[in-house]
């Protein structure tokens, strides 16, 4: 298990456990583990936002980002919302090189 899943009353907060990274190496897994996650955001739930805490990952790569950028896609369809938190500096570069903080709200 790579997630944890935490939900609260208008969002979920997903925190990546025994996962430092985000890459084609473990892509198949979390997308797994976060499905019911986003079929519930998704649908007539109360939920209005999906966080993603990123406080134990240390890399994400180009599968990761696509990732980040098709869940915001599916969620914005849903006026839902994508929020990445405590995000450490080199993820933060990342997200700010390829410009994915200018449409998600990312936080370290």
């Known amino acids: 298990m ?18 430092d990274r985000i890459d ?5 897994l979390i997308k797994e583990q976060l499905t019911p996650v986003i079929s519930e955001v998704n649908g007539s739930s109360k939920k209005d936002e999906q966080v993603l805490d990123f406080y134990n990952i240390n890399f994400i790569d180009s599968s990761g980002l696509t990732m980040i950028i098709n869940l915001y896609k599916k969620l914005l369809e849903h006026d839902k919302s994508l929020k990445i938190i405590n995000v450490n500096e080199i993820v933060f570069n990342i997200f700010d090189v390829t410009k994915l903080n200018t449409f998600v709200d990312v936080s370290r």
Not at 3 to 19: A, L, R
Not at 24 to 28: A, D, E, I, M
């Open 2 to 19: 790579f997630i944890d899943i935490k939900n609260e009353e208008n969002k979920s907060v997903v925190s990546f456990i025994d996962c």
């Open 24 to 28: 084609t190496t473990n892509l198949k």
